[in-house]
């Protein structure tokens, strides 16, 4: 596929190491070199800034150390962000491509070999006059297949963690991912799911610098291994500061307090 660097061919990995599969070793192998790989593949891409209803954000961008971008995004679909609210609460999900497949986000391998692709997504979120940021949490989700073949072996992997920082304050979360196959020597198939969610009620909410390093790979050793990203989203919730609340409680608690009286008065 375009855009996307060629597997990672392995031979000489020997069975019987002790304690060690050889496709773990192998998947092991193709996660050392993503980490060793040059810091850019490809020129970056900024978005630019986009405005929610209890936020903004700010500057942001993709990078990847193992394909070309975008991967999050759909060449010419411009990004969006969908605001909704729940009381005094609001949450803002920034949008990338709802109607995309994230075809370039998908890994395969075949044979003896192995391929990684790795996504970051970058950002700043500033909150909005009168709001506080309380947290940040991703959302995604995709498929996998394996195929094995007699004496073979294959492996997916979803990884990767959310980070956040500002100033001294600092919160880091790895991907929970859940449906992933535990038998690599079956023929199988089915979907997964990945989350991660940050506390930032601590933060000041004027500059949080946000980091996604989302990395899907694959191994397989006489046989062959997919798997795709297929849907993703960050959401993230402000609340309004502690003295705004102050403020409209005492601005109910007054008007109460007229219309008692005017009550009183007829």
Known sequence: MSGRKEGIKVTGIKR???????????????????????????????????????????????????????????????????????????????????????????PTSTGANADTTDGVLKFTLQAKPGQTISSVRLTEFGDWSLVVLSGGEAIVNVGGGLFAVEGANSSQSTINVSGLPANFTTTSSGTWNGWAELDLSAFAGD??????????????????????????????????????????????????????????AA
């Open 16 to 106: 019987g190491w002790p304690g060690r599969s050889p496709i773990v070793m192998l998947l092991a192998f193709c996660m050392v070199l993503g980490m060793t790989a040059s810091a850019t593949f490809a020129a970056p891409i900024n978005y630019g800034n986009f405005e929610g209803q209890g936020v903004w954000f700010n500057d942001v961008r993709e990078d990847s150390s193992t394909s070309t971008p975008p991967l999050y995004q759909e060449p010419g679909v411009p990004i969006t962000v969908s605001s909704s609210t729940s009381g005094s609460t609001v949450v803002d999900q920034l949008v990338f491509s709802p109607d995309a497949d994230f075809a370039s986000f998908s």
């Open 207 to 264: 500059a949080i610098k946000i980091s996604l390093d989302n990395t899907l790979q694959t191994a397989s050793m006489n046989g062959a291994a997919f798997i795709a990203k297929k849907g993703f989203a960050i959401e993230v919730t402000s609340v309004p500061e502690p003295g705004t609340m102050i403020l409209l409680a005492g601005g109910a608690v007054a008007m109460l307090y007229r219309r008692g009286r005017q009550n009183a």
